[in-house]
Each structure stands twice: as C-alpha cells, then as structure tokens.
Nanobody, 124 residues
Framework: QVQLVESGGGLVQVGGSLRLTCAAS????????LGWFRQVPGKERQLVAG????????YYEDAAKGRFTVSRDNAKNTVYLQMNNLKPEDTALYYC?????????????????WGQGTQVTVSS
C-alpha cells in the first residue's frame, strides 16, 4: 500500500504561481512513477504530469507544457508540481498519484494509489 498526502493548493490570481507538494509513504515508493492529476466537477480526472522513478523521464499534458514542472526527491519520498503562469482553466482539485513499479509515467492507467486532493483556484 501507498499513502499520499498533498499540500500547497490555494487561491491565486491569473499569472501567479503555486507549488504543490506530495509526501509519499509505503511500499516501494521510490521505484514507482509519481504523478499529478486534476479534476473539475462533471469531468473525468486527467493526468497533468508524471515522473518516472529515476526522474529521467517526465510527461506533461499539452495544457501544462511550458508552465508546469514535475519533480521528485526520492530521499524525501516527495513529488512536486511547480505551476507557473496559472490560468482560470487550471482551477481544479489536484491529486497526487503513485503508479505500479515499471509502469509508464505517461499513462493514466499506471496510477493505482491516490491522495485526497488539494484545491487550486485561479481567479481572474
């Protein structure tokens, strides 16, 4: 089992920045891909960014490219999502997720453990 706890969400103005942090614990965390999803009411949860266990590979959805950066610190069992130049359409509940060892960080189906989510609201 894997436990994930997100923090860092909040209210920010258009063009602002936030950094989300996720503390991970449990079985083989450092060998799993870690990622961030977001969900708005009435829509499916979508993969925003993912990072392989070694950090040698990262994935971003098109809307996040050039603005978001995903990173991990295996010594701290932590994954981050730095979000810059935020837009109103980035408003969502953001979830940290952990995948199965060997899974592709770019595939939503890789992820099998979820945190409780942290709300990000971008005001215009």
């Amino acid at each position: 089992q894997v436990q994930l706890v997100e923090s860092g969400g909040g209210l920010v103005q258009v063009g602002g920045s936030l950094r989300l942090t996720c503390a991970a614990s449990g079985r083989n965390v450092n060998t799993r891909p870690l990622g961030w999803f977001r969900q708005v009411p009435g829509k499916e949860r979508q993969l925003v960014a993912g990072v392989a266990w070694s950090s040698e590979f990262t994935y971003y959805e098109d809307a996040a490219k050039g603005r978001f950066t995903v990173s991990r610190d295996n010594a701290k069992n932590t994954v981050y999502l730095q979000m810059n130049n935020l837009k109103p359409e980035d408003t969502a509940l953001y979830y940290c997720a952990a995948g199965f060892s060997g899974g592709a960080a770019s595939s939503a189906s890789t992820y099998t453990f979820w945190g409780q989510g942290t709300q990000v609201t971008v005001s215009s």
